[in-house]
């Protein structure tokens, strides 16, 4: 393993969008802008906000334009959001995102579920988006199922390739592959960021792992590995696809942050705010969340020796 040795790793912040779209519930709007301006001071590098999508695809964030209009940005935070056609990018340019997070899936059958559209339709969005924003914002590229689909299966690194090849054909460097509904092996995480990474040197690559069979934090290491340096994770390990069957809660944003640094990487997140406002999450939402670190405390964490042992030591 290579040694961390200070390097910087960016952690993006994404429980705004993956994790409030999978909640039941309605999280009312003063508390989605409360909790994305607490999460604005925490050091993350990007805080995914909302999405641009339809009010009737995604209930729990049709209130995308008054969340983004409300919320405190803080100078060194980048705020994106998720957009699926020309006509969320419209929106979310109004609302003067920094980023616009344009998604497909590498899978004929879950763009299809997911957006109702052909891969050849959403690649067409995307250039019309490309020459839409003419580089007034940045535009990044988020390929969904690229280490595989709860419909088809196997997902070949050829095709993920050849996707980024089309996706960076547009002049786009900014580019996330995602591990949808959990599927993704430490292993082929590795060579397919690898190859990524050595074909494209200069595309900014995220990865996006789901923990839903426990190997969020395995594939990010196995990520890092490869070269990788930003992490799109979700506060509390909220997160999930309502258009994906089995899809649960992305890697946990102060899990992933409390490894890094306990291996000697910078993330410039403050883990101890991370966990506060982590710990309130249960009330937000209504439910416990999986995240561990919050519930643990930080390895770091001391308890008081009990007192029986205490006085046999005197
Ligand atoms: N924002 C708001 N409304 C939109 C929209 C957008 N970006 N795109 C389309 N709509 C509206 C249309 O105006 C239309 O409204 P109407 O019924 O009142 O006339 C309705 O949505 C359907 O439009 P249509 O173009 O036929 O879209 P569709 O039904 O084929 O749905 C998507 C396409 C992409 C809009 C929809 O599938 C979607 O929002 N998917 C989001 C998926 C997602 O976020 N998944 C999780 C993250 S990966
Ligand atoms: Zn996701």
New binding site residues.
Partial sequence: MQSANGKRVFVQDVSA??GF?MEPIFVPTSHKIEYINRLSRTGLAKIEVT????????PA?ADAEAVLAAVSRVTGVEYTA???????CE?ALLCRVDEVNL?MSASESHNRA????SCEQSLAQFETIVRRVQGRVHVNA?V?TAFGCPFEGSISVTRVLELIDRIAQMGIERVTLCD?TGIANPSQVEDLFAKAKSRWPDIEFTAHFHNTRGMGLANALAALEAGIDRFDASLGGLGG???APGATGNLCTEDLVHMLEAMGYQTGVDLDALLVISRDLPNLVGHDVPGQTAKAGPSTRRYPLPSDSAKRLQ
Avoid at 51 to 58: D, H, L, V
């Fill in positions: 969008r993956d779209q999405s641009f999508t339809s009010a009737a695809a995604i964030l998720l957009v699926p056609n020309l006509r969320g929106r998604v997911n957006l109702r559209m988020s969904s949808t696809c309502p258009f």
